[in-house]
Each structure stands twice: as structure tokens, then as C-alpha cells.
């Protein structure tokens, strides 16, 4: 089996993101999931790592724990999917990432997750996106994600709702 996993970005309105994202990538798979961030729905302010972990390892395990799994997240979600893959908690075989927020996070999170990180990985990042630094995403992505090829894209936003734009070079990149 191969399945899908979206995971959006941490504020309400990226649900809207994360349900455009698997409605326009679920072709190829056998199934496809989106974690509903518990945040949301009960008025907090920010994601709970261990809570959407623990969704995360419920997911995969309810779902089909042998398929490959494969991984498109955008901004919190990319830091998530690190954080769950350095816990144990999936291995992916290949990820999607748009708008990394390095810099929302403290700095003892990079040395003891993102050195772990093997997972082949596509990562899109808009040269001026608002919410996510671009010249700190490229740099901790050169320092420390060896694995990860660094896309970039002309704008100023940290939507990242084109999926068309980039629909061709993804799509050839997580079926190869």
C-alpha cells in the first residue's frame, strides 16, 4: 500500500490547506490522510507537538503500518513531520515540505532532529515568504538536511496554494 499524509500548517485557516492538498495530490495513493490539529477545534493558540504525534502514530498504526507512507506538510507540519520521524514514530520514503518556520523554534532543535533526517525530501520556500525566514530555512537546510533538495519560488507568501505550479516537479519527484 501506499499512503498519503498531509500536514498543514499550524493556524486554523491552513485546514482549508491541508484539504485542497490532499484532494489535489490523493491520485497514486491507496489512501490518503489529514490530521486534524486538535487546536483548532478547542480555541487553542498554538500546536501541541506531543498531542499531533500521538495522532500521527495513531494514524499510521490504524491505517497500515507496512505501506509507504509519504509526507507533504507545510510550515508547522514540516517540523512535525521531523520531529515525528526523529521520534520513530513514521518513516517516511519520501517528503514534501513548503515554507520552513526555523525560526519559530528554539535552536537545541536542530542538532538533535534535524541531524537524523534521511528522508529524501522536496522543499519549496517563497524568497520573501512573511512567516517563514527564507535565508534561516536555507541555511538550516544546508547545514543539516543533507537529503533535502531546496526549491525556490518567487513571491511573498506563505500560502503556497499554486499546487499546479509545482504539481509536475513533484509528482516526479516522489515517483522516482
Not at 490522510?33 to 478547542?42: P, T
Not at 507512507?69 to 520513530?88: P, Q, R
Not at 537529503?147 to 516537479?169: Q, V
Amino acid at each position: 500500500m501506499k499512503n498519503l499524509l498531509v500536514l498543514a500548517g499550524g493556524s486554523p485557516r491552513n485546514r482549508a490547506w491541508g484539504e485542497a492538498c490532499k484532494k489535489f495530490f490523493k491520485s497514486g495513493y491507496d489512501a490518503t490522510f489529514f490530521i486534524q490539529y486538535s487546536h483548532w477545534d478547542n480555541g487553542g493558540s498554538n500546536l501541541d507537538f506531543k498531542v499531533e504525534l500521538e495522532k500521527i502514530a495513531e494514524t499510521i498504526k490504524n491505517a497500515d503500518s507496512e505501506a509507504e507512507w509519504y509526507v507533504l506538510a507545510k510550515s508547522v507540519g514540516s517540523i512535525l513531520t521531523l520531529k515525528a520521524v526523529h521520534a520513530g514514530i513514521m518513516n517516511p520514503v519520501k517528503c514534501v515540505f513548503f515554507g520552513m518556520p526555523f525560526s519559530v523554534f528554539p535552536e537545541n532543535i536542530y542538532e538533535d532532529t534535524l541531524s537524523s533526517f534521511s528522508v529524501p525530501t522536496l522543499a519549496f520556500h517563497t524568497d520573501n515568504d512573511p512567516t517563514a525566514n527564507y535565508e534561516m530555512a536555507k541555511e538550516k537546510i544546508t547545514k543539516y538536511l543533507q537529503t533535502i533538495t531546496f526549491k525556490t519560488l518567487s513571491g511573498n507568501t506563505h500560502d503556497y496554494l499554486d499546487f499546479g505550479e509545482y504539481e509536475d516537479e513533484i509528482k516526479v519527484f516522489l515517483n522516482s
